[in-house]
């Protein structure tokens, strides 16, 4: 069974920092790219950050230079590192990995990050 579990989400202050986590099991596909995601209140689904097999990342114009996406295939884990957060980063995180396999890409069910001003 695939999971995909991410943490790290929370309240945090305008400035500050958060790391989050998502810890991936169960994928049996040659995994291609892994990233992440973010939904805020009644907008849609926009691409934060993303990196492929061989490493090469990719980022959201807007938060080039604040937001970084690593990974740790020993442990299953890729995170993102946020920093300068902004109110207007408040939203939902998703983790997805994209397999090399024809639709056997996954989504996490997301963890909550909010700034306050």
């Known amino acids: 069974q695939v999971q995909l579990v991410e943490s790290g989400g929370g309240l945090v202050q305008a400035g500050g920092s958060l790391r989050l986590s998502c810890t991936y099991s169960?994928?049996?596909?040659?995994?291609?790219?892994m990233g992440w995601y973010r939904q805020a209140p009644g907008k849609q689904r926009e691409l934060v950050a993303t990196?492929?097999?061989?490493?090469?990342?990719n980022y959201a114009d807007s938060l080039k230079g604040r937001f970084t996406i690593s990974r740790d295939n020993a442990k299953g884990t890729v995170y993102l590192q946020m920093s300068s957060l902004k109110p207007e980063d408040t939203a939902v995180y998703y983790c997805r990995i994209n397999t090399e396999a024809y639709g056997e890409n996954y989504w996490g069910k997301g963890t909550l990050v909010t700034v306050s001003s």
């Open positions: 990196v492929t097999r061989d490493g090469t990342t």
């Open positions: 169960g994928i049996i596909f040659s995994i291609s790219a």
